[in-house]
Every structure is written in structure tokens, then in C-alpha cells.
């Protein structure tokens, strides 16, 4: 059974540019979210989507947004990239919100 | 009273002994906290979760140890491999709503063979 899929897995991006990062969830998961993850630190909440709609934001700009599509895969989109946007995007599937996560392998994002 | 804070940053155990990280939260409506681990240039992986209504859960070599009262959650490993060297993550959420998981900072665990 496929796990969490992410991708592209590597992008490297120029400020100012825009950047769409996709996400397949495990099958019959409803619930996807992503995080940001920089170096060193643990991962921060950017948005979950539970049957195709927001159920939630974290504190980000309005540069980021996402949504999540019939088939429940999801993307997420970045506008206007800053060098701190540089880090680890992760999504993550769940069946319900709030419990039993299963992360993919995440986006490694650079802006230069 | 979003925070969970985990400590220590990083540890260093000899194969065989324990390893013991520590994560404290403050926002009492969290009702589910997990541990994950992380390798270099992969995704957290969940390891065990708990809910409050229990103070202590048991996988394998893991376990986690919970204290309501304290606001306190740790994970115990026994007999500390040099595999499961990594990053360990704490984590609280609260089920059903936003749903959103509110990471601890971190632990790099070193097991030296």
C-alpha cells in the first residue's frame, strides 16, 4: 500500500518566483495538512484540509495556499518566495483530524 | 498555550541503555500526543501515541509515560540501538478539531555502539 507520495522531492526557486508542491494522500485518507519544516526546528502547521475544505490555517501570509482536489490529493502554493521560505514542506494524510498522521517525505524547497 | 516543550535538545546513550526525552504542554484540550522520528531527508515517522485517559503505553522498546496532572509526556527507549539514532519529535493535538499537530522543538539521539 503507498504510502504518503510528495512532489517534486528537490526544487530550487529564485526570489520573488512561485512555487506549487503536490501531495497524494494514503488511500481513503480524508484528511490532509501541510507543515513547514526548517532546519533544525520541529515542524509548523501550515494548513489542514479535511473533504476538500480549509478546516484550518496556521500563521502564515497570505503568499501561502492550498487546496485539496475531489480525489483528495492536495497542493500547495507559494507566492512571491523569500529566501526564509527555504525548507522541508511536508504533507501529511490522515484518516480523521488530529490523530494517526503519516508524513511523506516532504518537499525540500531552496530559494536563492 | 500552543507550546510543547521538549527536551533535551541532544542526547547521547551507549548501546544497550536507556534514552529518555521529556516534553512538557500547556493547553489542557490536547487529548492525543505521538512521538515521531526522523531520519535525515525523510518525513517523521509516527512511533506510539497516547490519549490522557492512560498513563502509560508500550510498543516493543517504546514507551511512552504520561502525567496529566504534571502536563508532562516522555518517551522511554529501552535497549538503545545505534539504529535508532535520530531526531525524535513529541507532539500534542486536539482530535476532531483543526486537527493540527503542535511539534516539540526536538531531540537528536546519538546511540554509540
Known amino acids: 500500500d503507498a504510502g504518503v507520495t510528495q512532489s517534486p522531492t528537490h526544487l530550487i526557486k529564485t526570489r520573488g518566483q512561485h512555487v506549487t508542491l503536490r501531495c497524494s494522500p494514503i488511500s481513503g485518507h480524508k484528511s490532509v495538512s501541510w507543515y513547514q519544516q526548517v532546519l533544525g526546528q520541529g515542524p509548523q502547521f501550515i494548513f489542514q484540509y479535511y473533504e476538500k475544505e480549509e478546516r484550518g490555517r496556521g500563521n502564515f501570509p497570505d503568499r501561502f495556499s492550498a487546496r485539496q482536489f475531489p480525489n483528495y490529493s492536495s497542493e500547495l502554493n507559494v507566492n512571491a518566495l523569500l529566501l526564509g521560505d527555504s525548507a522541508l514542506y511536508l504533507c501529511?494524510?490522515?484518516?480523521?483530524?488530529?490523530?494517526?498522521?503519516?508524513f511523506g517525505s516532504g518537499t525540500r524547497l531552496t530559494v536563492v | 498555550q500552543q507550546q510543547v516543550k521538549q527536551s533535551p535538545q541532544s542526547l547521547i546513550v551507549q548501546k544497550g541503555g536507556i534514552s529518555i526525552i521529556n516534553c512538557a504542554y500547556e493547553?489542557?484540550?490536547?487529548?492525543?500526543f505521538p512521538w515521531y522520528q526522523q531520519f535525515p531527508g525523510k518525513g517523521p515517522a509516527l512511533l506510539i501515541a497516547i490519549r490522557p485517559d492512560v498513563s502509560e503505553k508500550k510498543e516493543g522498546r517504546f514507551t511512552i509515560s504520561f502525567n496529566k496532572s504534571a502536563k508532562q509526556f516522555s518517551l522511554h527507549i529501552m535497549d538503545s540501538q545505534p539504529g535508532d539514532s535520530a531526531t525524535y519529535f513529541c507532539a500534542a493535538s486536539k482530535t476532531g478539531n483543526t486537527g493540527k499537530l503542535i511539534f516539540g522543538q526536538g531531540t537528536t539521539l546519538q546511540v554509540k555502539p
Open positions: 501529511a494524510s490522515s484518516f480523521i483530524m488530529g490523530a494517526s498522521y503519516t
Open positions: 493547553n489542557t484540550a490536547f487529548d492525543y
